[in-house]
């Protein structure tokens, strides 16, 4: 199997990137689990992968491609710029749609 990046995708990882390296100096020595400080987690999704996100996540940002997010018992469909506050009293699973890869910031 062969993956292809896309210039969308390598845009958006690239735009991650960039944001993440301007809060790293920020948050240096305060935190072993950056997912439990507030700082921002990405995910990578292709082909049938499905994420159950952490507990601590409260914000799916679409970076690339699109994702079907249910939470709640609430299924929602986001595209690539949007972003959707989930539930924090229930598992968040998400799944890409299409076929292209899916990138996300929680």
Do not use: H
């Amino acid at each position: 199997m062969r993956l292809t990046i896309t210039n969308g995708f390598a845009q958006a990882l690239s735009s991650y990137l960039y944001k993440v390296k301007a809060i790293t100096p920020q948050l240096e020595g305060k935190t072993e689990n950056k997912a439990l400080s507030g700082a921002p987690c990405l995910f990578s999704l292709v082909g049938p992968e499905v994420l159950r996100l952490p507990q601590a996540c409260r914000e799916v940002e679409v970076l690339s491609g699109i994702a079907w997010v249910t939470s709640a018992g609430q299924d929602l469909i986001l595209a690539q710029g949007e972003k959707a506050l989930v539930s924090k009293d229930s598992d968040t699973i998400i799944s890409a749609l299409g076929s292209e890869p899916l990138l996300l910031a929680a």
